[in-house]
């Protein structure tokens, strides 16, 4: 079971900035792929964007897409998602996911963190 913690969220303006992080831990050995969901108030949780192991593959969500970044280092055992020209509708807990194989992590499946929560003010 691989351990998830997530950080970086905070209050921001409209077409601010933030960058996530999820920490990976326990059975890190093995290789693994890992992404981002958020889910607003009321809302079902939604995928946001998922990156391979080696991260040669990458996934996004069409609506951030050209405005969030993920990215990885495996030697930190880290996924980081850089938020850029952020919108009062990104306003979410992010939760960073993982599991062995990027499709799955795209569809929701594997090891999930607590959330850290980003909120983005108009």
């Known amino acids: 079971q691989v351990r998830l913690v997530e950080s970086g969220g905070g209050l921001v303006q409209t077409g601010g900035s933030l960058r996530l992080a999820c920490v990976a831990s326990?059975?890190?050995?093995?290789?693994?792929?890992m992404g981002w969901f958020r889910q607003a108030p009321g809302k079902e949780r939604e995928f946001v964007a998922a990156?391979?192991?080696?991260?040669?593959?990458?996934y996004y969500n069409g609506s951030v897409k050209g405005r969030f970044t993920i990215s990885r280092d495996n030697a930190k055992n880290t996924v980081y998602l850089q938020l850029n020209s952020l919108k009062p509708e990104d306003t979410a807990v992010y939760y960073c996911?993982?599991?062995?194989?990027?499709?799955?992590?795209?569809?929701?499946?594997?090891?999930w963190g607590q959330g850290t929560q980003v909120t983005v003010s108009s």
């Open positions: 990156i391979s192991w080696s991260g040669s593959v990458i």
């Open positions: 326990g059975r890190t050995s093995s290789s693994y792929a």
């Open positions: 996911n993982a599991d062995s194989r990027v499709e799955r992590v795209s569809s929701g499946f594997g090891s």
